[in-house]
Nanobody, 114 residues
């Protein structure tokens, strides 16, 4: 049974940093391209960062330079470090494979007040 459990969100001030962690189970994590998505109310989830099986990261333009994705295949975890947080980063953050077709977890809320 696929499980994705995200954690690490919270209320943070602009300019601060945060690390989100996703623990995965129930599928072949080592051979799966993983990603972090975010969703704001009323909008679709968007993929903001991905990491390939070969440990190569990719980012959407708007987060490049501030977001860092990494994975640990020994622990089945994928991590998203967010630096210099902005109010527009406020969202619920989820992990999934890059196609977003595994069962979704509950996500973790990140709130950055303006």
């Amino acid at each position: 049974q696929v499980q994705l459990v995200e954690s690490g969100g919270g209320l943070v001030q602009p300019g601060e940093s945060l690390t989100l962690t996703c623990v995965a189970s129930g599928f072949d994590f080592r051979h799966t391209n993983m990603g972090w998505f975010r969703q704001i109310p009323g909008a679709q989830r968007e993929l903001v960062a991905g990491i390939t099986q070969a440990d190569n990261p990719v980012y959407i333009e708007s987060v490049t330079g501030r977001f860092t994705i990494s994975r640990d295949n020994t622990k089945n975890t994928v991590t998203l470090q967010i630096a210099s947080l902005k109010p527009e980063d406020t969202a619920v953050y989820y992990c999934n494979n890059v196609r977003g077709n595994l069962n979704w977890g509950q996500g973790t809320q990140v709130t950055v007040p303006s």
